[in-house]
């Protein structure tokens, strides 16, 4: 992700799950795209993780429903 799209799963997942606070998803997507070692987020881990996870699915999802449209 770019630091756009970095910033916009950290605004969805601050407005629709709210387990974690802020700076602690903004460090975790850092280090994530950075390749850094995440367990260090224990308490938040699988909260971001499973928030990552419907992000890029849902990604994947428009851009297959766009591909779709273009035939």
């Known amino acids: 992700m770019n630091k756009s799209e970095q910033a916009a799963f950290v605004a969805a997942y601050c ?7 802020r700076e602690i998803v903004e460090a975790f997507i850092t280090d994530y795209e ?7 987020y224990k308490p938040y881990y ?10 890029h699915s849902a ?7 766009s ?3 273009l035939k």
Do not use: H
């Open 46 to 55: 699988t909260s971001i993780m499973d928030a990552l996870g419907m992000w």
């Open 15 to 21: 407005d629709n799950v709210a387990n974690a606070p």
């Open 34 to 40: 950075n390749g850094d070692d995440v367990d260090d």
């Open 59 to 65: 990604i994947r999802y428009q851009l297959s429903k």
């Open 67 to 69: 591909l779709r449209e």
